[in-house]
Nanobody, 123 residues
Framework: QVQLVESGGGLVEAGGSLRLSCAAS????????MGWFRQAPGKEREFVAA????????HYAGSVKGRFTISRDNAKNTVYLQMNSLKPEDTAVYHC????????????????WGQGTQVTVSS
């Protein structure tokens, strides 16, 4: 079992930046694909970014490509999401996900989920 705990969310003005962290405990997560998803009120959970177990391959949703960067530190069992040039439409609860064996945009491929951290971008 892997436990995931997100941190780093908050309120930021449009154009600002935030860095989310996801700390994993329990079983080692170094062999798994990790991802970030987000869910805004009244909307379905949406893929944001994913990273391979080695960190060498990443994939982004079109809406965040060029603004967000996913990375991981397997020695610290932590995955990060650097978010720049934030927009009001980025407002959502951001969830860390793990346990996938392939780089996937489908939340059903991920076995472990964090509780989420709120990101609010004001205009």
């Amino acid at each position: 079992q892997v436990q995931l705990v997100e941190s780093g969310g908050g309120l930021v003005e449009a154009g600002g930046s935030l860095r989310l962290s996801c700390a994993a405990s329990g079983r080692t997560f170094s062999g798994y694909v990790m991802g970030w998803f987000r869910q805004a009120p009244g909307k379905e959970r949406e893929f944001v970014a994913a990273i391979s177990w080695s960190g060498g391959i990443t994939h982004y949703a079109g809406s965040v490509k060029g603004r967000f960067t996913i990375s991981r530190d397997n020695a610290k069992n932590t995955v990060y999401l650097q978010m720049n040039s934030l927009k009001p439409e980025d407002t959502a609860v951001y969830h860390c996900a793990g346990g996938a064996v392939v780089l996937s945009t489908n939340p059903a491929e991920y076995n472990y989920w964090g509780q989420g951290t709120q990101v609010t971008v004001s205009s």
